[in-house]
């Protein structure tokens, strides 16, 4: 297992929660307050030409402050690799929200566009452009809050949101039409449109514009003609053709948006947001880190201000107010102090930091000491960790000592366009030899995607929601929770608030695992077994990469790339009084998240009706035992 030594006794990395094509993301826990956090890990030599991605998004997220952008915390340099620690969202993607529920209702969908709106609003008047808004990119926190992620393609153009961008970068099926030109354009109307997709998306549960071949995807973006579905209502249609205006200058602007009747029906007041950039100064969080710091609250203030507000300092700081918004009692856990005393270097280490690492000596000197902080409440049920920081073989190179190494300013490049092209209709009309051949709907996903037969999207759904009115199914023997080291049994799963799993009516989940493999296999699609994980990789689609063009030098993608994805066949206990259920498990790993979510749907029809031997069901068959 690869360890981080640049975050050892800053913060406790757990498990993979999320992939990008750039960067890893783990779960972690930030040690002086106990609190979760998602560290996206990039390792420096794998990023080569995107390098500017990762300071364009650092830059941008820390200067924003908005409840419905993902926050960051800290951001760590090693010779290697980049840690971003940013706020986790344990809800999940909206894409995995919309896939789960089939379509969202135009309440639901409401609440989550406003708070959409809201936060795109707000980047626009600090005249940031996103370039990258999709359901991928906004995950849900516990509360079922919106936060946008992914600001590695977002611009801030120097003469503001009227000056013209150039780079056509993004997701091809939420590109606009003069992106896919090639043409130069506003990002303020770029964004409109992505978010006219994803609102059509939320409604509709597919896309407006979406074709296997780009050429024909991109035809459709640039006539502008989608479907309107019967179920759409007559507001909501009005709404998204005002956002889906092949003339960006006729498309609606951010400021309409957020006073549109269907935003505001139901609601009290237009979407608003506040223009801040700043954290809000609160005395009790300055009090509570004043109590281990030992300096003057002014002065943390002060240092909190005048420093890179990407320093352990400053996520301290973040998470405790997190904490205290939350209605939790403030508190610094103990394995803290010993970070401060043992991690700070006198050399490293910022004035602020030493005297802290003071004051803790003093602490575990004096139990006594620890009176004075009575307020607020300083957390000692965490065992001291008094043994000297070992040196870690198994880590990176560049953490040798027990310090933390000198962080690098992320500098940023001035141009607007860090950003990777998208291949635009000139380019790929260039192309002498585009597409690959194709294929029958629905048979393979080696070259072309077949649009999802109605028949497959009724299985995916069938099974989230079968998995919610189970019965009773099967007898495997009832094991532990997470008792799952032998290697011959699959994970057992707590079913409450569970997503992504679809279940089955088979009772052998060795059974399951042969019929997916089988799928997979007349799907044409690769794949690795692990236990009872299967890894799946479908090939990239028809699109040459561009060649590389432009100010920028970025790393041009294919229009819909290839997916990677995980099935895993688990046992889901607690959703009846009866024996845990065999289910699958989705994961999409990397690449576009359509793509994944049409492969997944025909490999589980497949797999439930496809062999004579199959015992997958969907929950709205007749046949077997799920009602
Ligand atoms: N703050 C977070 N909390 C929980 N999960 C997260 C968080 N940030 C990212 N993830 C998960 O990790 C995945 C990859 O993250 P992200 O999109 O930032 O990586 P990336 O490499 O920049 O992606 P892309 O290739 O789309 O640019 C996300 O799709 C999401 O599932």
Redo the contacts with the bound molecule.
């Keep these: 297992m690869v360890r981080y030594a640049a975050l050892k006794g800053l913060y406790d990395v757990d498990k993979t929660?999320?992939?990008?094509?750039?960067?890893k993301?783990k779960l972690g826990t930030h040690v002086a307050t106990g609190e979760k956090v998602?560290i996206?890990i990039?390792e420096k030599n794998a990023l080569g030409d995107d390098l500017p991605?990762v300071k364009m998004?650092v830059e941008a997220l820390k200067t924003l402050a908005h409840q419905h952008v993902?926050k960051l915390y800290q951001v760590i340099e090693t010779d290697s690799h980049y840690f971003m620690i940013?706020?986790?969202?344990?809800g999940?993607?909206l894409f995995d929200h919309i896939v789960e529920k089939n379509r969202l209702t135009e309440t639901e969908s409401r609440k989550f566009f406003r708070q959409i709106v809201s936060a795109v609003a707000y980047l626009h008047s600090l005249g940031y452009a996103h370039r990258?808004l999709k359901p991928?990119?906004v995950?849900l926190d516990k509360q079922q809050n919106l936060?946008l992620?992914?600001f590695?393609?977002c611009a801030k153009p120097k003469g503001g949101m009227q000056a013209h961008l150039y780079t056509s970068c993004g997701s091809p099926t939420y590109a606009a039409p003069e992106l896919v030109l090639g043409a130069k354009y506003l990002g303020s109307e770029v964004d409109i449109w992505s978010m006219g997709v994803l609102l059509y998306a939320l409604l509709c549960g597919f896309l407006p514009f979406d074709d296997s071949s780009i050429e024909n995807l991109y035809r459709k973006i640039l006539s502008g003609k989608y479907d309107e579905p019967s179920w759409l209502s007559c507001s909501s249609k009005r709404l998204i053709r005002s956002m889906l205006q092949t003339d960006p200058k006729k498309r609606i602007t951010i400021q309409e948006l957020c006073n549109h009747p269907w935003i505001t029906a139901g609601f009290l007041n237009p979407v608003s947001f506040k223009k801040n950039t700043n954290f809000e100064k609160d005395k009790e969080v300055l009090v509570t880190m004043s109590a281990i710091c030992h300096e003057d609250r002014e002065h943390i203030w002060q240092k909190l201000m005048e420093g890179s507000r990407t320093d352990y300092r400053t996520a301290t700081y973040l998470l405790l107010l997190d904490r205290k918004l939350r209605g939790l009692p403030l508190r610094l856990s103990s394995a803290s102090r010993t970070h401060f005393r043992g991690k700070l270097s006198v050399e490293n280490t910022p004035k602020a930091d030493r005297n802290m690492s003071n004051f803790i000596t003093k602490l575990d000197q004096s139990p006594g000491n620890r009176m004075l902080c009575k307020s607020p409440v300083i957390d000692t049920t965490y065992t001291m960790l008094q043994k000297p920081l070992e040196t870690d073989k198994n880590t990176e190179n560049d953490f040798t000592e027990p310090n933390i190494p000198v962080r690098k300013r992320l500098r940023s490049k001035d141009e607007d366009d860090a950003a990777s092209p998208i291949p635009t209709k000139k380019s790929t009309d260039q192309e002498k030899n585009p597409a690959t051949p194709k294929t029958p709907q629905g048979t393979d996903f080696k070259g072309n995607l077949s649009s999802t037969p109605g028949s497959a999207r009724k299985v995916m759904l069938g099974f989230e929601r079968g998995l919610n009115r189970v019965r009773h199914v099967l007898t495997p023997k009832r094991r532990a929770k997470n008792e799952n080291t032998d290697p011959d049994q699959p994970v057992l799963l707590s079913g409450k608030g569970l997503c992504n799993i679809s279940s089955t009516s088979s009772d052998c989940p060795k059974q399951v695992l042969a019929q997916l493999r089988r799928a997979l296999h007349r799907k044409g699609i690769s794949c690795r077994q692990k236990g009872f994980v299967l890894l799946g990789e479908t090939e990239s689609i028809s699109c040459k990469p561009e060649p590389k063009t432009g100010k920028d030098n970025a790393r041009p993608f294919s229009a819909r790339s290839a997916c990677s994805f995980e099935l895993e066949v688990c046992l889901v206990d607690g959703l009846s009084d009866a024996k845990p259920l065999v289910g699958i498990r989705r994961k999409r790993l990397?690449g576009d998240a359509w793509v994944y979510k049409r492969v997944c749907e025909e490999v589980l029809a497949l797999a439930s009706d496809g062999d004579e031997t199959a015992q997958l069901s969907a929950s709205n068959t007749e046949s077997n035992c799920l009602i």
Aim: with cysteine; charged share 30%.
């Design positions: 929660i999320g992939c990008g094509g750039f960067a993301v998602a996206k990039m991605r998004e993902c940013i706020e986790y969202c344990s999940g993607e990258d991928e990119n995950l936060k992620i992914d590695g393609l990397k």
